[in-house]
């Protein structure tokens, strides 16, 4: 028998309420029923994969991920999901959209975690 995923962590020097409902927000999942404002940890739920669980730290963040998420946009597309991301309050880091629409814009959550969103179903 090998293990399961059952959570991929985020440290955050913040609030993980605040944090979760920003990828909650992003992802289009819940955030567990018996987390609130002011827990040191909070999950989202996502019933086909891995939870994401948020758990207050104090060490601030010093260096580039080592692991991110690549998203692909469903029902919209690149630019669009780069904007409801920016207003949801990320940040565009990096701009890797070739002429030929093929690439990735890199941007990071409100915590300066890096993610990447892809070329999605609509361009």
């Known amino acids: 028998m090998h293990p399961t995923i059952r ?3 985020f440290d955050c020097t913040g609030e993980p309420y605040e944090l979760a409902r920003f990828w909650s927000e992003l992802l289009g999942h819940p955030i567990s029923d018996v987390d609130e404002p002011g827990d040191s940890e909070v999950l ?10 948020f758990v207050r730290v104090e060490e601030d963040k010093t260096t580039k991920n080592r692991v991110h998420f690549d998203l692909k946009p469903t029902g919209r597309t690149r630019a669009a999901e780069v904007e409801r991301a920016l207003t949801l309050g990320a940040r565009q880091l990096e701009d890797h959209t070739r002429p030929d629409g093929k690439g ?5 959550d ?13 361009g």
């Open 104 to 108: 990735w814009v890199v941007m990071a």
């Open 7 to 9: 959570h991929i962590t």
């Open 110 to 122: 409100p915590e300066g975690n890096e993610f990447c969103i892809e070329r999605g179903e609509l």
């Open 44 to 53: 989202i739920e996502d019933p086909n994969g891995p939870g994401l669980l």
